[in-house]
């Protein structure tokens, strides 16, 4: 089980006061706090061992090295991939989409097509959109349901022997919405030959995840929404799937061999991995993995569940205000809200003047916003140094704010 | 009232009040209490980019002067570009091409007019400045 008063003294940011009132924060979608042992693990890099990887044939280099090599099995136990060389370090889940939209995309013939949902995550559709672009390829949405829902009928109505590509937010940022991936991968197997991709930044933070369980072929993570630092993303793949795809980035540490007319790539995970990868920031990641497997993944999903429930009924209870939140018993700790004739700005800047931060906007998610005929929302993500106090504190500083604003 | 002396007197009024959410309500007040909007002013020619709400900014020149009517459909916003309207409103185009764009900074309204170069105050102050320094050359 998880103690929020003890866990947030892991967390040095909790120490500092906003507009006189603790720190409550409630945007994790948009970016996690950091415990100690993260952010001393990169101290401990510059400080100590600090040397470029895969390069120097001394002491430093090797040490970094080792430290930055172990994150992938770490990572590999952390979602129970087959083989550390699956796991492939980005930037971040956005860089993962990049790479997996160029990458698979060069391959499949015009007309060939990407099944998406409405309630994407930018990410997941930019690049998706310039690849569908460059190779004459066609993108179809799933409709999202008025609970905010993935439509399944709809989904299953969209598959057929063209379809190539399926990528799906595996934990909605806006609605919480959880599809049932197992379910989703059986159809999308049962009835197509696509590649399926589940957009894990939301989803891999709070819940345990099993690869080889879930039975998917791809998984793109971003590492500053999990405890690690930001500049650090993993992309998992089937090995398999993994060879044949070509690099999207060249440079050095990629090769096997260069020639002046030519060049052969390194095996996976390297071949992906071009110039000097961020590995201080991978470390960190490595740290935020071992805080999260210390916890335990499943005690941050139940906490997580058990906030989310406490969380809804105090905010649907608030009047005046719409709360987009799926109607499904099991979802995301995520709250998008918005009040009749109040913008979405005003509330969260008046939310700040109570110590509480939340994110305004359409959260990476404009057409779902545009669909719904919303301009803006607020938004509040609980995780694990939240607890029923924040939410508490969140609901009378809605009310407040409310008050202040109409 | 030269634009310094404007900016002076906001100073002293927004030191009145001790906290963010005070100052806040006092930009609010500022929106109610603001001239109305011409619907079709609101286009995206006068649309002012780069601000997390809708901001519109219209300048009008009268005799060698200009004024500037605003609007948003965000209530702080438009509590503050109220309060940059009126500062610029009524003066030569000229004076507002030189006059010093960071003067606002020491308003001490927090997170919204805090330096940082992306954010919607200084998307205003911008536009303003631009419009000034066409009429000015």
């Known amino acids: 089980m998880i103690k929020v008063s003890d866990l947030k003294k892991d967390f040095p940011i909790f120490d500092r006061e906003i507009n006189g009132n603790r720190l409550t924060y409630l945007d994790s979608g948009a970016t996690s706090q950091k415990p100690n042992l993260v952010i001393n693990e990169m101290s401990n890099v510059y400080t100590n061992i600090n040397a470029n990887v895969h ?81 004459n390829l066609k993108i179809k949405y799933i409709n999202i349901t008025e609970s905010f829902d993935l439509d399944i009928d709809h989904f299953e109505s969209l598959l057929n022997s063209k379809t190539k590509v399926v990528s799906i937010v595996g934990e909605s940022n806006m609605s919480g919405m959880l599809p049932d991936i197992k379910k989703l ?72 061999e260069v020639f002046y007319e030519s060049a052969t790539w390194a095996p996976i995970p390297h071949k992906f991995e071009a110039g000097t990868p961020p590995y201080v920031e991978a470390i960190g990641l490595g740290a935020a993995v071992d805080y999260l497997t210390k916890l335990d993944m499943k005690n941050v999903e139940k906490h997580s569940d058990e906030l989310r429930i406490y969380a809804k009924n105090k905010l649907e209870s608030i009047d005046g205000l719409n709360v987009v939140h799926t109607s499904s018993d099991i979802a995301g700790c995520t709250f998008a809200m918005s009040v009749e004739g109040v913008h979405a700005t005003d509330v969260s800047l008046m939310l700040d003047t109570f110590g509480v931060a939340v994110r305004a906007g359409h959260h990476c998610v404009q057409p779902f916003h545009r669909k719904l005929n919303l301009d803006a929302t607020f938004r509040a993500t609980g995780y694990i140094y939240n607890d029923e106090e924040d939410f508490d504190i969140l609901s009378n500083a809605i009310k407040e704010s409310i008050k202040l604003l109409t | 009232m030269s634009i310094q002396e404007k900016v002076d007197d906001y100073k002293k009024m927004l030191a009145l009040f001790p906290n963010a959410q005070e100052k806040y309500q006092y930009l609010i007040e500022q929106a109610k209490n603001s001239e109305d909007f011409p619907e079709e002013l609101r286009i995206d ?26 609007d948003s459909d965000a209530l702080i916003a438009k509590g503050l ?57």
């Open chain 1, 55 to 135: 390069r120097g044939t001394y002491v430093l280099s090797s040490e970094t090295t080792a430290k930055y090599e172990d994150v992938r099995n770490k990572f590999k136990e952390f979602i129970n991939a087959y083989s550390s060389d699956e796991i492939i370090f980005t930037k971040g889940c956005t860089e993962g989409f990049n790479f997996l939209a160029n990458s698979i995309c060069k391959d499949l013939s015009p007309g060939d097509e990407i099944i998406l949902s409405e309630i994407e995550h930018h990410a997941n559709i930019i690049p998706w959109q310039m690849a569908a672009d460059k190779y």
């Open chain 1, 185 to 256: 991968n059986s159809l999308i197997k049962e009835k197509t030959d696509a590649i399926y991709i589940v957009d894990g930044a939301q989803l891999v933070p709070h819940r345990k995840i099993d690869v080889q369980d879930l039975g998917i072929d791809f998984i793109c993570v971003s590492g500053h929404k999990m405890l690690g630092p930001t500049g650090i993303g993993v992309v998992w793949g089937r090995k398999k799937l993994l060879e044949k795809l070509d690099p999207v980035y060249g440079g050095g540490d990629m090769i096997e």
């Open chain 2, 45 to 70: 020619e006068f649309k002012v980019n780069g601000c997390q709400s809708q901001v519109w900014l219209v300048p009008e020149e009268k005799d060698d002067k200009l004024f500037f009517k605003s």
């Open chain 2, 81 to 137: 570009v109220t309060l940059i309207a009126s500062i610029y409103s009524n003066e030569a185009p000229g004076d507002i091409a030189n006059s010093n764009i960071d003067l606002m900074e020491e308003f001490d309204l927090g997170v919204i007019l805090s330096p940082a170069r992306r954010n919607g105050a200084f998307s205003m102050l911008k536009t303003i400045k631009e419009v000034s320094q066409k009429l000015a050359d």
